[in-house]
């Protein structure tokens, strides 16, 4: 099953991402992204409470800002809520180096990005590059959606 779910990554990771996150060899050592995916469904799964009662609140009811509950959560002493804190941190580092990666690639030598760069990234990045104003996703949108690819095992 190992080799099987680290394939599966690196297949989403080359074809989402155009990199690689785990190389298919005996000598491996787990790449930081894949830790954390690997890690957010189990510990999302013990927070229950918190998604299905305080989670849909906030939102309804626009209490505090992310910086607000940033704070809030590094208060609070609960193990599990600091593992999703990192977790998610890593996975948006991780990410955020990515997306400016490729978008230093698009500006540096637009004319060989769409010809170099074939995966789902870097299509969306040059896509958004080129739509008009009023289409054009701000970069945290943009950055949203790489997130989104990774898969959970």
């Given at each position: 099953m190992t080799w099987l779910a680290r394939t599966a990554f690196e297949i989403v990771a080359q074809s989402?991402?155009?990199?690689?996150?785990d190389p298919i060899s005996e000598d491996y050592s787990e790449h930081?992204?894949?830790?954390?995916?690997?890690l957010l469904?189990?510990?999302?799964r013990g927070?229950?409470?918190?998604?299905?009662?305080?989670?849909?609140?906030?939102?309804?009811?626009k209490l505090g800002t992310p910086r607000i509950w940033r704070t809030v959560i590094n208060v609070l002493p609960w193990k599990r809520l600091h593992k999703l804190r990192d977790i998610v941190d890593t996975m948006y580092d991780?990410?955020?180096e990515l997306f400016n990666e490729k978008k230093q690639a698009l500006v540096n030598?637009?004319?060989?990005?769409k010809n170099k760069h074939k995966?789902?990234?870097s299509v969306l990045i040059h896509a958004n590059s080129k739509a008009?104003?009023?289409?054009?996703?701000?970069?945290?949108?943009?950055?949203a959606q790489i997130s989104q690819v990774s898969p959970s095992f």
């Open positions: 989402g991402f155009g990199t690689s996150f930081r992204f894949v830790k954390s995916t690997k469904g189990p510990v999302i927070l229950i409470i918190l998604r299905l009662y305080v989670v849909p609140m906030i939102y309804e009811y991780t990410s955020f030598d637009e004319a060989s990005f995966d789902l990234m008009s104003d009023e289409d054009k996703l701000p970069d945290d949108q943009v950055l």
